[in-house]
Each structure stands twice: as structure tokens, then as C-alpha cells.
């Protein structure tokens, strides 16, 4: 077993685990479980236990390394020790009269926060199929009703139909994007205490502190990207943490916190601000990284877009892009780009200053090469949503953590 976790991770380290079974030129055959089977898969950055399969079911599955067998596992691949495989005995395929095997996944998750009983039919009466490990987010094909009006989903797993009920697992209400700006000390906030983007190094703390003790997962853009796009396989207490401008008190404070912690967040860097040298700490000011400072930092924090010169606002106090026509926004997405080139070469995500847009803006934000676009419209991020309209939370400084559990967890937003 050991031996096969290292290869997994080999797979995981060189990017290829999630395609191996969608770029295998060796068709996919089906193969009997010979005895209850733990299964693997790629969840986020990490290969884990992602449940298990019971002797006796059929799989689809393509050879992987001289251990293993890869098949189709959600948005990624699942792989199972060979040793558990073996021909087909009476069965010679899964039974999918419908057709079901050939629906496309929609743009749902369910979130299973327990081990989930998988079954054969859509009734706990059935044969067992196997179990789906705690923390994962998982595609939906289809939901149906049973007699009694228990909600059930249906899932393909290993190129088989499986169904997990609604008393077992949730659907899957987004992942939250958490905003951030300024973070000071108390003692030294005398200027910044009534400003909604200004929290406390004390608040901070406590909020990665709960984040870290219930198990959450800190994402990348790029795999919120994976997310939104369908692409990836991702835990279900997950979240994206981004702090917008730029400002000193993110690499005095907020870089060491997230450092301890190991987690990692987003960035999103006023171009023109960046400062060449860094400047001595006054908490009396907004102040900005300097280049030695965002160069610091990178082990942390993904450096991204939150324009060059367009952070400001007019004489009606409006954000100056609404007035800009295209070409001008256009113009300083591209520059800001260039310019945070030297601390990323892969400036993909944007954030619109101070939450503003129109049609010109989410035109130029993906002419101009990127990938996704965050505002400051309230909810969280689920698949399907137009990628350059991504809304996120705030978690204020006078937030209790209940209120921060309530905002983050899994149920819908109000």
C-alpha cells in the first residue's frame, strides 16, 4: 500500500493524476472487485482515502503502474490496488437500462461530511455498492424522489451508477471566498476602527484559528477555478481566502498568521502602488508592499490583479472604471499583468476595485487573458457561475465565530 501511495504522489507531483484516465489511449475495461477495496483519488493538492468498494462490483477500469488500476472518479481519477481486481465473473457490464452512464454531470455537488453509504439502487434496501469518504464534494448526475419523498442522488463512479441519499449527504450550497484588506493590532488602530475592511491581527487569528481546527482547506484561485470550470475534485470544507490592494499590514500581519497555519491565499495587488523599497511601519496610514515585501510573501500568498491605475474613484465617489471606456480598461488589465509578472508568471485572476463593473469591464477582464474575476457582490461561488462575476464574503472584525461558521458552512445564503 505504501508503495502505491508513492506512485500516486509521483502522478500528483508532475500534474497528471486528474487526466490519466480521460488521456489513456487503452480503452477502459470492466473488472470485478475480488475483495472490499479501499479506493484513492486526487482531492485538492493532496491524494487521499476517498472511500471504498465492496467485493463482487464491477468497475471500468484502465492500467495504470505495475500496482494499480485508474478509473473515472468525478472530475478527476480514482485509483484501487490491482491485487483487488480480477475478471468478470457472470456479469459481463453494469446494468444502466436508461442510459444513465451516458448523462452529463450537471453543475451540482453533493458534500458528504460522514463515510456515505453508496447503494446500487435508490433504496437503502439494496445491494451496497461501497462507501464515499467524509469531506469530499462529489458530482451529482441526476436527483429523484422515493415513495416516502426522500431525496436522492445519483453519481457515476468507475463508469457505474451509484446512489447516496439525501440522509447521508448535503447538496453542495458553494465554496465561500473570504475578503479581506487591512489588518492592525488593536492598540495601534486609532485611525481604521470603524472601517468595514479593517480587522484585527486578534480577530484574524481566532477566525484561521476555527478555520483550522474544523478541518477547512485553503484554495488556490487556480483550483476554484478547477471548481467553477468542472475540472477538479476538491474537499468539502473548503475556502478561498484573498486580501484586495496590497497593503503593509498583510505582510507584517497576515503572512506569518497564514504561515504558521500552512495555509495559502490570494493577493490581489494594486499595480502602480507597489513601492520599491519598503517603507518603515506606520499604522496611522494605508501604506503598501514594496517589492521585497510581495517577494516575501509568495510562499503564502498567489500574487494577482486588482488593476494598475484604475483603484480610485470620481467626484461622485463612484469607481472611476464604470466611466472608462473599453479600450482604457482593457489597456490597464493588460499593464497590470505585465507588471506583476516579476512576483507571477501566471496573472490569471482579477479583482474589480472596490467591487465595481459593467459589460466593458467583465469584456476587457477576459480579453485580457484572465481566467476569473471576483466583485464584492455576498455569497459564495458554486459551478457554472460566470467566472468573471464572483461573488464573496466578509468576515468583519466584530464577527463572532458562530456568525462566521453560519456565513462559511454548508447551507444557502440568504
Do not use: C
Request: no cysteine; net charge positive; charged share 20%.
Amino acid at each position: 500500500m505504501s508503495r502505491l501511495i508513492i506512485l500516486l504522489l509521483s502522478l500528483v507531483a508532475f500534474g497528471s493524476s486528474a487526466s490519466i484516465v480521460s488521456e489513456q489511449r487503452i480503452p477502459a475495461h470492466y473488472m470485478q472487485v475480488t475483495e472490499d477495496a479501499n479506493i484513492w483519488a486526487q482531492v485538492g493538492d493532496k491524494v487521499v482515502t476517498v472511500g471504498n468498494i465492496r467485493a463482487g462490483q464491477i468497475l471500468a477500469v484502465v492500467p495504470g503502474a505495475e500496482d494499480y488500476y485508474a478509473f473515472r472518479f468525478g472530475f478527476g481519477t480514482g485509483f484501487i490496488d490491482r491485487g483487488h481486481l480480477g475478471t468478470l465473473s457472470g456479469k459481463e457490464r453494469v446494468e444502466d437500462s436508461l442510459g444513465d452512464l451516458n448523462k452529463p454531470l450537471s453543475n451540482q455537488n453533493l458534500i458528504t461530511w460522514q463515510d456515505t453509504p453508496l447503494y446500487s439502487a435508490a433504496d437503502n434496501t439494496s445491494e451496497r455498492v461501497g462507501t464515499l469518504a467524509e469531506n469530499l464534494r462529489y458530482p451529482i448526475i441526476d436527483k429523484l424522489k422515493d415513495r416516502l419523498n426522500q431525496t436522492w442522488f445519483q453519481i457515476r463512479i468507475g463508469n457505474r451508477l451509484a446512489w447516496i441519499s439525501s440522509l447521508d449527504a448535503q447538496e453542495d450550497s458553494g465554496i465561500p471566498i473570504l475578503t479581506y484588506h487591512h489588518i492592525l493590532r488593536d492598540e495601534e488602530n486609532t485611525r481604521f476602527r470603524h472601517t468595514s475592511t479593517t480587522t484585527s491581527v486578534r480577530a484574524f487569528t481566532n477566525q484561521m484559528t476555527w478555520l483550522r481546527d474544523q478541518g477547512y482547506t485553503t484554495l488556490s484561485m487556480y483550483q476554484l477555478e478547477g471548481y467553477v470550470r468542472n475540472r477538479m475534485n476538491l474537499p468539502a470544507r473548503s475556502v478561498v481566502i484573498t486580501f484586495d490592494d496590497g497593503l503593509k499590514s498583510v505582510h507584517r500581519y497576515a503572512w506569518p498568521i497564514l504561515r504558521e497555519y500552512g495555509f495559502k491565499a490570494t493577493a490581489f495587488i494594486i499595480s502602480s502602488r507597489i513601492k520599491l523599497k519598503p517603507q518603515p511601519w506606520d499604522p496611522k496610514f494605508l501604506q503598501f508592499m514594496s517589492v521585497s515585501e510581495l517577494n516575501k510573501i509568495k510562499d503564502v500568498f498567489d500574487i494577482q490583479s486588482h488593476t494598475h491605475f484604475l483603484h480610485r474613484v470620481d467626484d461622485t465617489l463612484h469607481p472611476i472604471l464604470l466611466s472608462r471606456n473599453y479600450h482604457n480598461i482593457l489597456f490597464d488589465f493588460k499593464r497590470s499583468r505585465r507588471a506583476l509578472a516579476q512576483f507571477n508568471p501566471h496573472v490569471l485572476y482579477l479583482s474589480y476595485p472596490f467591487g465595481g463593473y459593467d459589460d466593458k469591464a467583465v469584456q476587457a477582464a477576459n480579453d485580457a487573458g484572465f481566467h476569473l474575476a471576483v466583485t464584492t457582490v455576498r455569497g459564495k461561488v458554486k459551478p457554472g457561475d460566470n467566472p468573471f462575476l464572483l461573488k464573496r464574503l466578509y468576515v468583519l472584525r466584530t464577527d463572532s465565530l458562530e456568525t462566521m461558521s453560519r456565513l462559511i458552512s454548508n447551507q444557502p445564503q440568504g
